[in-house]
């Protein structure tokens, strides 16, 4: 039996030189989409949906994403679906303590879902690396029938939203941490791990992804 399924969306992968673009594009094709990777503020504005992808230094991020960041933050207030995965969901916060960590100062998020990004702390390995459960704290389009399984995480920081009703799915990991998190309109949301890299799990949300941004 086939996985693909019929074209339900336009999707634009943001290319802003940080990311597994390729995997990213290939889980969002399974899930039925029409994916273009793109730089160009045109296909964004066009696009049914937007994923941020990345894996890297959260200012090195915010600085390729720079010239982007109007438009996703605007495109974003006007309720565009807009997908943070790994870095890119922590990109969608206000601050990171990686900055500080890294000794290169404060430096902005999009601040799309208020909050900071927390190192982890303790005895614990890190990057926290392998498969983890996720629970599912409210009910949000991304994660219908995804409570109790397990995806695939590579990070050393977390998401900690200064709202609590911001967290959409906790994980254990010797502290309890936001893995999937949303604003309050529900358009911009993301996911710690990486959904391309996290078996039928992650097809199922990016499906989830992908009918989100077919039907609105």
Request: glycine content about 12%.
């Amino acid at each position: 039996m086939s996985n693909t399924r019929a074209t339900t969306a336009s999707i634009v992968v943001v290319d802003y030189g940080l990311g597994n673009l390729r995997s990213v594009t290939r889980g969002l094709e399974r899930a039925g989409a029409d994916v273009e990777i793109s730089d160009d503020l045109a296909d964004f504005e066009a696009a049914d949906g937007i994923v941020l992808p990345g894996v890297g230094a959260f200012s090195e991020g915010m600085d390729n994403a720079g010239p982007f960041r109007e438009t996703l933050v605007e495109l974003a207030a006007d309720g565009k679906p807009l997908f943070g995965i790994c870095l890119g969901m922590q990109m969608l916060l206000t601050t990171s303590e990686e900055a500080e960590h890294a000794g290169e100062g404060d430096v902005e998020g999009l601040d799309l879902i208020p909050g900071a990004n927390r190192r982890f702390t303790g005895d614990r390995k890190i990057p926290h690396m392998g498969w983890n459960q996720l629970s599912v704290e409210r009910d949000h389009p991304l994660v219908e029938g995804v409570d109790g399984e397990y995806a695939y995480f590579v990070h050393s920081y977390y998401a900690e939203p200064d709202d609590p009703d911001a967290v959409v799915t906790t994980t254990d990991y010797g502290t309890e941490f936001a893995s999937v998190v949303a604003n309050e309109a529900g358009n911009v949301f993301g996911t710690q791990f990486h959904p391309e890299k996290s078996g039928e799990t992650g097809l199922q949300i990016l499906r989830n992804f992908v009918d989100y941004c077919a039907e609105r």
